[in-house]
């Protein structure tokens, strides 16, 4: 999970609000037309980023340890921070988008508090929750590839191609290869810590193959690319005057309001703009956790026989708390991380191993160089590998019975497809729901989960509902 530390910045920490302002609240640009980049603005702004998100992470996860009881670790959820950097913060400043973040936490703290959330978990029918793990399984996988580049997506069609036009070149491929035939080959015999170990040797063979080669990053400083080069950094030993001290300058700086009164007074319709924005965070937060809760446990055979964890409320009740931290902390919601069934794994049962990863994040905070000399292509092995050990409990799925194999199927497929889990989630359920409606089951499924799917058909619309607000 160390690679959140390395890409939450890059994502957030090197973007833009309204205002052309870094989440540091440094101007991005030295000049008016914004063709000049201060870069080491920019630089500072991401290691603020970094050291908050490895702050909150170790907080939030070393409570999911204690409280929980669950070996599930936290940290900045992947896709909630894009959309943040991306949607939210060109419309505000970043302390308004960081505020809406912990509104977001709120109320998806109030719906544990309420029972909703639990309840809405336990509703869940056994198919769609194997279905869930597995789609999950796939969506980590695909991450995996992307992020070491033997899949990538090229500048024409098709849509992806393994490596580059078809072909596997490139040093960064060949670690990245060797690291997961090293973690066939330890899995195999059964040797204890085979993920971990494969990671060590492929960085440490990356470092080697950097300092000989020199093969550098994808993205160069002048805005060209390097196909061959490292996909996320550039592997290296860090030298002594890079371990500096930490600069916690995005905590705090949270506006709750301002967002929702843009020109000093209350708009009806800023504020429902606003308030499909915090639903879409809501949703998408609230089904991630409730996919990834169900893939670890069925991984670690944590789950009792109605196929609910134990802790269920405690484990809800961290991860809400999360995305609220995240928000005050200037680092996005925080989720429940899906690599955590690597660690799971490798036996994680208790949340003994959340305690320990919380305080290797805290660590983390103080050793960012150590963190960042490992390549996005020494880990993206154990990423594809744990694809492979959700991927066995497909076989629980009746396939021959239609009211569970087509929702399980499109729960499956769309979450790589479409890069989201909770997109495979919302559409697996309304198609449960529309199957079973067909065949004169409606009475079937619980109404909690009819309520779900009318709230996932806005979800999908929300483009549409967005547009009609812009006309108001």
């Not at 540091?24 to 000049?36: C, F, I, M, N």
């Not at 919302?426 to 529309?434: D, K, P, S």
């Amino acid at each position: 999970m160390a690679y959140i530390i390395a890409l939450n910045p890059l994502i957030i920490g090197s973007e833009t609000d309204r205002n052309g302002n870094l989440l540091s609240g440094a101007p991005k640009y030295l000049d008016a037309a914004r063709t000049q980049v201060d870069w080491a603005a920019v630089d500072d702004s991401k290691m603020m980023v970094a050291a908050g998100t490895a702050l909150v992470a170790g907080i939030m996860t070393i409570l999911m340890g204690v409280w929980g009881r669950y070996p599930l670790a936290i940290a900045a959820g992947l896709g909630l921070n894009a959309m943040l950097a991306y949607t939210i913060a060109p419309t505000m400043t970043w302390p308004q988008a960081m505020g809406l973040v912990v509104w977001e936490g709120i109320l998806i703290t109030l719906l544990v508090l309420t029972g909703v959330r639990t309840a809405v978990f336990r509703a869940v029918p056994p198919a769609m929750r194997t279905a869930i793990s597995v789609g999950i399984g796939m969506f980590i996988t695909f991450v995996g590839l992307l992020n070491s580049g033997v899949v990538r997506k090229p500048a024409g069609s098709p849509p992806v191609e393994l490596g580059i036009n078809g072909s596997l070149m490139g040093w960064p491929i060949a670690v990245c290869i060797i690291g997961f035939l090293l973690l066939v080959v330890l899995h195999t015999r059964r040797v204890p810590g085979a993920m971990l170990i494969s990671i060590l040797v492929a960085s440490v063979l990356a470092i080697v193959v950097e300092a000989v080669a020199k093969v550098g990053p994808t993205f160069l400083p002048d805005g060209s690319k390097n196909p061959t080069g490292w996909a996320l950094n550039v592997p290296s030993l860090p030298s002594a005057s890079e371990f500096t001290n930490p600069s916690l300058g995005t905590v705090g700086k949270v506006d709750m309001v301002g967002a929702f009164m843009p020109n000093g007074h209350f708009d009806v319709k800023v504020f429902l703009g606003l308030l499909l924005l915090v639903f879409s965070l809501l949703l998408a937060d609230f089904f991630d956790t409730v996919g990834t809760v169900v893939a670890i446990g069925q991984e670690g055979d944590l789950l009792n026989e109605k196929g609910n964890p134990e802790h269920l409320q405690e484990i809800l009740m961290v991860d809400s708390l999360a995305a609220m931290a995240g928000g005050l902390g200037g680092v996005s919601s925080n989720t429940s991380f899906v690599e955590s069934s690597a660690g799971v794994g490798e036996g994680a049962r208790t949340g003994l191993a959340s305690v320990v990863t919380g305080v290797a994040f805290l660590a983390a905070i103080f050793l960012a160089p150590l963190v960042d000399m490992i390549p996005s292509e020494a880990a993206a092995p154990v990423l594809a590998f744990v694809g492979y050990l959700m991927m066995s409990q497909v076989a629980h799925v009746d396939w021959d019975d239609v009211e569970d194999g087509i929702p399980a199927f499109l729960t499956i497929v769309l979450m790589p497809f479409s890069y989201s889990i909770t997109t495979g989630i919302g559409a697996g359920f309304i198609v449960y729901c529309l199957v079973k409606l067909i065949r004169g089951k409606a009475r079937q499924v619980h109404p909690l989960l009819w309520a779900v799917s009318a709230l996932f058909v806005l979800y999908f619309g929300q483009g549409i509902l967005m547009s009609l607000v812009e006309r108001m």
